[in-house]
């Protein structure tokens, strides 16, 4: 007899979309109405194959893609209504992709966040970007989802794209802030090696990566002078005060970064449980068929040591705002390292718990990378 699941997360992928941006790497799939509903059979039976992993009490899903708002409506409506009740229900949308209708079926089937990409609003940028959306369909879209009842609205933003300037950033952060979103994620742009993104964009590219610091730095510093609590290497929310007491941090993604066990259903997606970890393979052909089959989606397992845990414990939660309890991380650490970049003033090591320093923050990735044995 199988004992009941311990897993409080859920991540649920939609790979469906209108169009795949140049820069895109997620395991996304263009257009295929047709196969919308065979999906989501081979979704529902993997979620019925894996229901026992979780807890009674599941605190997030996630709706991710792909564009999960392009999923046809009867399919989509079909995931939302077989979800657990969680505290936190998220769903991925591009603007162009929120009517009324939508945004009101979102909030009757459960959905408390909706996360939207705007990612720029300079009209030329976003065609660099190869986005659909326009800087009035984000406009819309938030108004649209204000006055369905959503009071929990992430925008995500760009920054790095080729041709960018500080002035259009600038801008950028002024639309957003303008919005007034409860949640705000800012990413340096991430082009693959080889995409026809870099071979288009390459040398800009390269000049880019040059301001990548500065760009960084007026990130954090706009919006926390905005009232934005600056909480994750690259994410922002309202401040408690300013919302009623509510913790507007990204819940599920905060499962991520505290190292939380997760199970990730659909084609592409990965778990995370104990010292298991595994990815179902990106083939939307091959996982329809081996779910319709009554089988599992073909997958790719690891294995993962306790060093290896402890090691991804330090890197993912030193993205935060809040201390790390040392307890169970220290084999994972080199003392040297440690000792070199406390005394440069880049992190505090104090009552059993480690943590980065402002000044530490914006070096992050470089200072975790000397603390890792």
């Known amino acids: 007899m199988r004992r009941s699941g311990l897993v409080r997360h859920l991540y649920v992928h939609l790979p469906f979309c209108a169009h795949r941006c140049g820069y895109c790497d997620f395991v996304t799939v263009v257009g295929r109405r047709g196969e919308h509903a065979a999906y989501v059979d081979a979704l529902l039976t993997e ?9 009674e009490g599941v605190e997030t899903a996630f709706l991710g893609g792909g564009t999960p708002t392009f999923t046809e409506t009867a399919a989509l409506e079909r995931i939302l209504s077989s979800l657990p009740v969680v505290e936190e229900l998220t769903v991925e949308a591009n603007p162009e992709t929120v009517t009324p209708e ?91 090696p080889g995409t026809r993104f870099t071979r288009a964009h390459g040398g800009e590219l390269e000049r880019q990566a040059e301001a990548m610091e500065s760009y960084f730095e007026l990130v954090v510093a706009r919006l926390t002078t905005a009232g934005y609590r600056w909480y994750e290497t690259a994410n ?31 084609v592409g997606a990965v778990s995370t449980i104990e010292n298991r970890r595994w990815r179902n393979a990106p083939s939307l052909g091959g996982y329809i068929s081996a779910l319709a089959a009554g089988k599992r989606p073909p997958r790719e397992p690891e294995e993962l040591s306790a060093a ?44 059993g718990e480690l943590a980065l320093t402002d000044r530490g923050r914006f070096l992050g990735d470089a200072v975790t990378a000397t603390l890792l044995a």
């Open 47 to 55: 979620f019925e194959q894996e229901r026992w992993r979780l807890a």
């Open 308 to 351: 290896t845990r402890a090691g991804e414990r330090v890197m993912l939660a030193l993205r935060l705002d809040q201390p790390l309890p040392l307890a169970g991380i220290e084999p994972a650490l080199d003392p040297a390292g440690l000792q070199r970049v406390e005394r440069l003033g880049l992190v505090r090591c104090a009552d």
């Open 102 to 192: 939508l945004a009101a079926l979102l909030r009757r089937r459960g959905v408390n966040r909706v996360s939207l990409g705007a990612q720029t609003f300079q009209p030329r940028l976003l065609q660099v970007l190869e986005r659909v959306a326009g800087p009035d369909d984000v406009r819309r879209a938030v108004y649209r989802l204000r006055d369905a009842g959503f009071d929990n609205i992430s925008l995500d933003l760009i920054y790095g794209i080729p041709g960018q300037t500080a002035a259009d950033l600038e801008r950028d952060l002024a639309e957003a802030i303008g919005l007034a979103p409860e949640h705000l994620s800012a990413y340096e742009l991430e082009a693959k």
């Open 236 to 266: 922002f929310c309202r401040g408690a005060d300013a919302a009623g007491g509510r913790d507007l941090r990204a819940q599920h993604n905060l499962g991520y970064w505290l190292g939380h066990d997760y199970l990730g259903l659909g």
